[in-house]
């Protein structure tokens, strides 16, 4: 059973940075497109960033691009998201997802997700 596991959330002030991890296993990360969803309490889940299969295409949302980068190590099966100049409005749970098919990944249906981990950015 395929299975995401997510760490590296925590509580940082204001302009702090964190990196995010989600390993998988029971799957490979080059088999998957992956990307990182957010939830803030009383909000819908959001895209934040994805990246194919092979690691060279990526995308980041608008609203955090220049602050966060998605990347993936294929030979760690490991998705990072490195969080730079973090904001109070960057609070919430970080999801991790895989999908076959990216246009499933980025509809907010994936294949798998991961349990999620919380970000809690402080004024």
């Known amino acids: 059973q395929v299975q995401l596991v997510e760490s590296g959330g925590g509580s940082v002030q204001a302009g702090g940075s964190l990196r995010l991890s989600c390993v998988a296993s029971?799957?490979?990360?080059?088999?998957?497109?992956m990307g990182w969803f957010r939830q803030a309490p009383g909000k819908e889940r959001e895209g934040v960033a994805f990246i194919n299969r092979d690691g060279a295409t990526s995308y980041v949302d608008s609203v955090v691009k220049g602050r966060f980068t998605i990347s993936k190590d294929n030979a760690r099966n490991t998705l990072y998201l490195q969080l730079n100049n973090l904001k109070p409005e960057d609070t919430a749970k970080y999801y991790c997802a895989s999908s076959i098919l990216l246009s499933q990944l980025q509809s907010g249906t994936p294949d798998h997700w991961g349990q999620g981990t919380q970000v809690t950015v402080s004024s």
């Open positions: 029971e799957m490979r990360t080059d088999d998957f497109h």
